[in-house]
């Protein structure tokens, strides 16, 4: 039996249940939607409208997030590790920078958020561990900022 968005009401948070008497309710310019989220009655009458609509929120979302751990690692990386690295680079060890070949040849586990994230935690050679001295949300942030500077050859 297929039922129209116009016969869905929203019964808790996440739960919806399908429901004859929503159809005879009157329209309104806005309804409420999940979580109390309002909804134009064009979403309603447009599923595609409310997907796009909410795909977009999501994106915005996301894309802010990024840029702050992004930001947030820059400073990680200029406050301790730019001392060994500047500019990509390594000045214990000259062939083992921060470049895109060198990551990919000399890290374990290759050119990964999640691998840089473990060399840092736990060092390895010359490079001391930075767990105890960085926060989760540092390491995380200073991975996601030298994954984006090595994989977009912006070193």
């Given amino acids: 039996m297929a039922v129209s968005l116009q016969q869905v009401a929203c019964v808790g948070r996440n739960t919806f249940q399908a429901s ?3 159809a005879r309710r009157p ?7 999940v ?3 309002p909804w134009s009655t064009e979403a309603k009458r447009n599923p595609a409208a409310l997907i796009l609509s909410t795909g977009l929120a ?3 979302v996301t894309l802010s997030a990024s840029a702050a751990d992004l930001s947030s690692g820059e400073d990680v990386f200029s406050g ?3 001392a060994c690295h500047s500019g990509g680079g390594n000045v214990i060890e000259a062939s083992r920078t921060l470049q895109k070949d060198a990551i990919t040849q000399y890290l374990d586990g290759g050119l990964s958020e999640a691998a840089i994230v473990k060399q840092v ?3 390895k050679n010359a490079m ?8 989760e949300d540092e390491i995380n942030d200073v991975a996601a900022y030298v994954y984006d500077q090595a994989s977009n050859d912006k070193w």
Avoid: D, I
């Fill in 20 to 22: 004859k008497s929503a």
């Fill in 128 to 135: 001391p561990a930075w767990s105890g001295r960085l926060s």
């Fill in 121 to 123: 935690q736990n060092g």
């Fill in 35 to 37: 979580a109390g989220m």
């Fill in 27 to 33: 329209k309104t310019p806005v309804v409420k939607g």
């Fill in 80 to 82: 301790n590790c730019a």
């Fill in 58 to 60: 999501w994106a915005a």
